[in-house]
């Protein structure tokens, strides 16, 4: 939505093709993504019909898939992304050699006038696996919704460490939820793993989903953003926890490397324990 906003903003028009236009089937696994069913025919008329002057593949999915093949039948050249480290989120559910799903997206991309990718750690990464044409294309947040201020844990025994995502294996939650820290932990968001986490963790404190300014007001009575990933290509939470005047606590991986200026803005340690207590003694 916002990148659809400010590329209006400077005159352009887009259109999105997205699942809730097909008939859909639920992602394996994780039931709350719908993924589009047979999009092929559909998704050659609407882009026929909208005529478009360029193309972008946002995701792999089904409709990705369709999309790539309308281009290559047609002759159309495309962009396309890599947001997503579906190779290691796939191997943390099904045996599937991470090598073996890297050479097939590295055949789905080849195709493309160029790979987006978030952080210049992500791009050494894709060039190291034989990806071509890879293009940084960063991320921001917008000030006026992230920002400091809030104060809604003063009920909760403090410091608050708090993260915020899809609750879902790859985010790696029970990093953070097994840590021994003081004060109180917060979960926010929803996913499949859910129910299971509150039930095995009743003294973390789950809010399940939550948006715009009362996301920004969450993240902002926050002492420090606590980030257990270490398989997200950016983590745009990151951004949102240090425009909120919270300091982070991450594994030194792809996506807080590029974007943590360490012992200043968060803490970065391979000890999570460590990074979360350190960054806890930063000035906000």
């Known amino acids: 939505e916002n990148t659809v906003h400010e590329l209006q903003k400077v005159g352009n028009q887009v259109c999105l093709i997205t699942p809730d236009q097909f008939s859909t089937f639920p992602c394996p696994s994780y039931p709350d993504i719908r993924l ?8 050659s008329r609407l882009v026929d019909a909208i005529a478009p002057d360029a193309i972008h593949i946002a995701t792999e999915g089904p409709l990705g898939h369709a999309a790539r093949a309308y281009c290559l039948r047609n002759k159309f050249g495309f962009s396309s992304s890599f947001h997503t480290q579906f ?3 796939l191997r943390m559910r099904l045996p599937v050699p991470v090598d073996w799903s890297y050479r097939y997206l590295q055949h789905f991309h080849s195709v493309a006038g160029c ?11 894709m060039l190291a696996r034989g990806f071509e044409n890879i293009v940084i294309w960063g991320r921001g947040v917008d000030t006026e919704i992230f920002r400091p201020g809030a104060d809604l844990y003063r009920d909760i025994p403090e410091p608050v460490f708090l993260t915020a995502g899809r609750v879902a294996v790859e985010k790696n939650l029970r990093a953070f939820l097994d840590l021994e820290l003081p004060g109180s932990k917060v979960v926010v968001g929803d996913g499949p793993d859910l129910h299971r986490l509150k039930q095995q963790y009743p003294h973390v404190l789950f809010t399940g989903y939550k948006f715009g300014r009362d ?6 009575s926050a002492d420090v953003f606590v980030f257990p990933s270490t398989t997200d290509t950016f983590g745009i939470v990151l951004l949102e926890a240090m425009a909120c005047g919270v300091p982070v606590a991450a594994f030194p991986v792809t996506g807080p490397v590029d974007v943590v200026e360490q012992g200043r803005t968060g803490i970065l340690d391979q000890d999570l324990q460590r990074a979360a207590l350190l960054a806890l003694e930063l000035d906000p």
């Open 115 to 125: 790979t987006f990718v978030p952080t210049a750690s992500q791009k050494e990464r």
């Open 87 to 89: 190779p290691e989120y």
């Open 36 to 43: 589009a069913l047979m999009p092929a025919r559909k998704l």
């Open 215 to 220: 996301l920004a007001d969450h993240i902002a």
